[in-house]
């Protein structure tokens, strides 16, 4: 698993539309956004889910953030997993995050557009490989 996690000031997205009709936009602020890659071996592993939690909690921490979006991001890596499989991890981490902090899934399967504005502290930026 690749988790490339940024504390964000302000953090939207919304479904991509080709037909340029507009959409809600989805906004967050001062958040941590969690861009998620599963890779092929990750499936079976019981310790990933642990692992990208406790990196995830000790971010937040470190940024005073209680705010956490996951958001699948399937370009981090050349090895993938299965789609239902990324799915799956992705739900058993929002069902840990969400004991101690608040959590939202970005919707899995569809394209998006977004924008974050990324804080300057070198802790608002980090890339873990699990």
């Known amino acids: 698993m690749k988790l ?3 504390h964000a000031k302000s ?3 919304k479904p991509y539309n080709s037909d340029s009709s507009e959409t809600e936009k989805t906004i967050f602020q001062n958040c941590l956004v969690i861009f998620i890659h ?3 071996a990750d499936k079976g592993k019981s310790d990933v889910v642990d692992k ?3 990196n995830i909690k000790w971010l ?3 940024n005073k953030t209680t705010v956490v979006v996951l958001h699948s991001f399937a370009h981090l890596s050349t090895s993938k997993s299965d789609p239902d499989t990324a799915n799956d991890i992705i739900h058993k981490m929002n069902e840990k995050l969400e ?3 608040s959590t939202h899934i970005v919707p899995f399967g569809q394209f998006y557009e977004f924008s974050i504005r990324v804080l300057g502290p070198s802790l608002a930026k980090v890339f873990k490989d699990l």
Do not use: D, Q
């Open 4 to 6: 490339l996690m940024f």
């Open 11 to 13: 953090f939207w997205y």
């Open 38 to 40: 599963v890779e092929e």
């Open 52 to 54: 990208a939690v406790g």
């Open 60 to 62: 937040a921490n470190k």
């Open 99 to 101: 004991k101690s902090l």
